[in-house]
C-alpha cells in the first residue's frame, strides 16, 4: 500500500509503502517547518533507516505561485525514492 500525502505548510505523519526486501511494509514518517522538509524511512523490523532533511529553495508561496506546490512535491518524491532505493541496496546486499 502507498499513501502519498503532500506536505501542508507544517506536518508530521507516519505512512506504510511496499518494502522491496520483504512482504513487510516501510514506515515513512514526514515533516516540514519553516523551509525544511525531512522523511525518515524504516523498514519494519528496524533493522534498515535512513533519513534526510533538505532545505527548499527559496520558492513563492502558493498564493502567489500556483505551481509551488507541484515543484515541493517534486522534490519530496525525489527524497523519499532515494531513501528507499538506498534501503533496497542496504537488504540486497545482505541476502
Not at 43 to 68: F, H, N
Not at 69 to 87: H, I, P
Request: charge should be negative.
Amino acid at each position: 500500500m502507498n499513501t502519498r500525502p503532500g506536505f501542508g505548510p507544517y506536518g508530521l505523519g507516519l505512512w506504510e509503502q511496499a518494502d522491496g526486501c520483504s512482504k513487510e511494509s516501510r514506515h515513512e514518517g514526514r515533516g516540514s517547518v519553516w523551509g525544511y522538509r525531512t522523511i525518515a524511512v524504516s523498514s519494519a523490523d528496524g533493522r534498515y533507516q535512513a533519513a534526510m532533511t533538505v532545505t527548499t529553495p527559496s520558492l513563492p508561496t502558493e498564493l502567489e505561485g500556483p505551481s509551488t506546490g507541484n515543484r515541493r512535491d517534486l522534490l519530496d518524491s525525489q527524497v523519499e525514492s532515494s531513501l528507499n532505493e538506498t534501503l533496497d541496496r542496504l537488504c540486497m546486499s545482505t541476502r
